[in-house]
């Protein structure tokens, strides 16, 4: 399956994004599906996943602003993001997971400006 993420972009502190991910196959077999983070010169970072059965958790860093969601039948899957701050400036990845092998989309630049 490959994943593509769009939504990405340069936005004012506080201001809103969503990101998607689009499977060009179904997104029903994985176990989950989740949303990564990379800033410059930090490690990659898990910032939200679903599970198949819609169970949901966040990192400490972004609980409450972002909202991760799935729909099945349009093999896609979102990252509401709001209150953005400067410090979630990162590429933003994409994640497939599968017992034994994950699948990475090609990731998107998020950027929040000050």
């Known amino acids: 399956v490959q994943l593509v993420e769009s939504g990405g972009g340069l936005v004012q502190a506080g201001g809103s994004l969503r990101l998607s991910c689009a499977a060009s196959?179904?997104?029903?077999?994985?176990?989950?599906m989740g949303w990564y983070r990379q800033a410059p010169g930090k490690q990659r970072e898990r910032v939200a996943r679903i599970t198949s059965g819609g169970s949901t958790n966040y990192s400490d860093s972004v609980k409450g602003r972002f909202t991760i969601s799935r729909d099945n039948a349009k093999n896609t899957v979102y990252l509401q993001m709001n209150s953005l701050k400067p410090e979630d400036t990162a590429v933003y990845y994409c994640?497939?997971?599968?017992?034994?092998?994950?699948?990475w989309g090609q990731g998107t630049q998020v950027t929040v400006s000050s």
């Open positions: 994640v497939a997971e599968r017992i034994g092998s994950d699948y």
């Open positions: 196959g179904t997104i029903f077999g994985f176990n989950a």
